[in-house]
């Protein structure tokens, strides 16, 4: 037989098999969701704090997040969630908006991806590395609201 008909044949059987596990297999936490709803969400970079506020931030998965990120600081901080693939400069006083689609259940940490220093903030130390929060996004299937 033509190695091409037989090419075409294993091509066509991976795509029906993935269409069927889509359709039949895939558990009900692993699909795509979407609520339709959006969140506004705003997170400042506090003035010579090296700390978001609010550190922890809680959405339902499926929601629309429009983060607006404030940065009060005279140098530059970043904004990074790698769970989502976002990494974004957070330029000197200015405020940058970062939008995307909770589609993953879970804790999801977010951090200063600019490295911004360090100083004394009410008599302790503070570096770029304590700029971390949390992003909780919640399993409407698994968990009860
Ligand atoms: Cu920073």
């Not at 998965?61 to 990074?80: F, P, S, W």
């Not at 951090?111 to 220093?117: D, H, I, K």
Request: with cysteine; proline share 4%; glycine share 6%.
């Amino acid at each position: 037989m033509n190695k091409y008909i037989i090419l075409i044949a294993v091509i066509v059987l991976i795509v029906i098999a993935g269409a069927l596990y889509r359709a039949y297999l895939l558990p009900e936490a692993a699909k795509p969701v979407a609520t339709g709803v959006e969140r506004q969400i705003t997170i400042s970079a506090k003035k010579n704090q090296w700390r978001f506020e609010p550190e922890v931030i809680e959405v339902d998965r499926g929601d629309k997040i429009i983060l607006t990120m404030v940065n009060e600081d005279d140098y530059d901080h970043g904004i990074a969630i790698d769970a989502y693939g976002i990494s974004q400069r957070m330029p000197a006083n200015s405020t940058i908006k970062v939008e995307f689609i909770a589609t993953q259940a879970g804790d999801f940490p977010f951090f200063c991806s600019v490295p911004c220093g360090e100083g004394i903030v009410d008599g302790a130390k503070r570096t770029h590395f304590d700029m971390i929060g949390k992003l909780h996004v919640k399993d409407l299937i698994s968990e009860t609201q």
